[in-house]
C-alpha cells in the first residue's frame, strides 16, 4: 500500500502570500491528484497529473516522479483559498490519500 | 449536471440499525467508491465497483456491504451499526478525475 505524507499539515498565510504544499508518496503511481475540501466539507478535484506541471487559474501542481514528490502552489493567495488541500494517488482501484493540509489566508 | 449525489446528508442511527446510502451519478462513468473520513485519519476507500454488477473490497470494508445494480446507483448498507462507524461518508466516481458527492453525517449512537 502506498504512503501518501503532506506537509506541512497547518499553514497561516498573509493574502497576496506565495503558498507550496508538499506531497511525497513511497512506490510508484499511476496518476497523482490534488483535491480541494471547503470549510462547508464538498471534496473538488483541482488537478490529476503523472508527469511534468500543470496550471489552472492561481493554481499549480507540479510531480517529480524519480523522486515521488509533487507539490500544489498558490500564487497571489486569497482568503477564499481558505480550505483544505489534499494529495492522493491511484487509478481504478481507489484512491490513497494524505491527511491534509490546512490553509488559512488572513486578509 | 447533478453530478454526483448522495442521500441522506445527516443521519442518526442507534446501535445496531440499519440503512442503506445512496449514491447516483449522471456522468455515465464506469468507477465508483465509498470513501469515509475520520479526524486525523484522512479519507479511506471502503469498497468500489469497477463496472454495472461488479464490487470490492477496499482498505475498511468491514462491517458494510455494497451493490452496483445499475450503472448508475452505488449504495452503501450497514447491517447492524456501531459507534465506530461514526464518520462522514463520501461517494465518488470517475472516468479519471473524481468527483465527489457533498457527504453524509453519520452518526451512531
Known sequence: KNEVEQSPQNLTAQEGEFITINCSYSVGISALHWLQQHPGGGIVSLFMLSSGKKKHGRLIATINIQEKHSSLHITASHPRDSAVYICAEGGADGLTFGKGTHLIIQP | ?109
Open chain 2, 1 to 109: 449536471n447533478a453530478g454526483v449525489t448522495q442521500t441522506p446528508k445527516f443521519r442518526v442511527l442507534k446501535t445496531g440499525q440499519s440503512m442503506t446510502l445512496l449514491c447516483a451519478q449522471d456522468m455515465n462513468h464506469e468507477y465508483m467508491y465509498w470513501y469515509r473520513q475520520d479526524p486525523g485519519m484522512g479519507l479511506r476507500l471502503i469498497h468500489y465497483s469497477v463496472g454495472e454488477g461488479t464490487t470490492a473490497k477496499g482498505e475498511v470494508p468491514d462491517g458494510y456491504n455494497v451493490s452496483r445494480l445499475k450503472k448508475q446507483n452505488f449504495l452503501l448498507g450497514l447491517e447492524s451499526a456501531a459507534p465506530s462507524q461514526t464518520s462522514v461518508y463520501f461517494c465518488a466516481s470517475s472516468s479519471g478525475i473524481a468527483f465527489f458527492g457533498q457527504g453524509t453525517r453519520l452518526t451512531v449512537v
